[in-house]
């Protein structure tokens, strides 16, 4: 597991870290593990399933998760901000977390 905090993955296996999430929260760690993400970006409880599978296929596709990954946006939010980052859209109008995802996708479509 590669991990920003330099800890090894036999120590978070045995830990009870992984004790804090749900089945589907476990299996987008365990399936990034696999993929030799670093987890850390979204391994942590205020991410539901959804929005950690969105932060999980950005890290996967080399875009800056960074900027999406927010616990008040939407996995729906999140896959549209990814999905504009994989075309090398410039998300920066849509980082207000005011904006809801229909907001969002507007102003992507008019950056297209």
């Avoid at 296996?13 to 476990?26: A, E, G, M, R």
């Avoid at 593990?33 to 987890?39: N, R, T, W, Y």
């Avoid at 729906?76 to 977390?97: F, P």
Wanted: hydrophobic letters at 35%; one cysteine or more.
């Amino acid at each position: 597991m590669k991990l920003m905090t330099n800890v090894s993955h036999d120590t978070l296996v045995h830990s009870n870290w992984i004790d804090y999430f749900n089945d589907s929260q476990k299996e987008q760690i365990i399936l990034g593990d696999l993929a030799d993400l670093d987890v850390t970006i979204y391994g942590k409880p205020e991410f539901n399933a959804d929005q950690m599978c969105e932060i999980r296929y950005g890290l996967l596709s080399h875009v800056n998760v960074e900027l999406y990954a927010n616990k008040r946006y939407s996995a729906r939010k999140m896959r549209t901000l990814r999905r504009a980052l994989e075309k090398g859209i410039d998300v920066s109008q849509c980082l207000n977390e005011s904006l809801n995802d229909y907001q969002v996708t507007e102003i992507i479509s008019k950056l297209i």
